[in-house]
């Protein structure tokens, strides 16, 4: 696995674990100049198992035209709840390094309210 995908793989996994914080950019980083089409070795299923005293799991399934299919998996007092989400992500290009933006589109069957997002 190469380094750029390792990178996005752990924010997309940090970003979908992170359930309390909401960020909004009034202004992407992203130009018509510096968009890219989402790189082909990110497009498929990707799993981030629970680590360390985390008892989450996210399962992500990246589409070629910017689509990500969230799952997120965590267990509540011995209970496993589940939620999904849907994102458009845009992924873009600064000098060296590639970004994804990524905008929250539908969570279907949320009811933690949102904590996904």
Not at 90 to 117: C, H, T
């Amino acid at each position: 696995m190469g380094k750029i995908t390792m990178l996005l793989m752990c924010a997309f996994a940090a970003v979908a674990m992170t359930g309390c914080a909401r960020t909004y950019s009034a202004k992407p980083y992203y130009t018509d100049k510096n968009k890219i089409d989402v790189p082909k070795q990110l497009v498929g299923q990707w799993y981030a198992a629970p680590q360390g005293s985390l008892d989450e799991a996210v399962n992500l399934q990246i589409d070629k035209d910017g689509t990500v299919l969230v799952r997120e998996t965590r267990k509540v007092d011995g209970r496993e709840q589940v939620q999904t989400a849907k994102l458009a992500v845009q992924f873009f290009r600064i000098g060296d390094g590639v970004y994804a933006d990524a905008i929250l589109k539908e969570m279907p069957d949320s009811k933690l309210e949102k904590s996904i997002a």
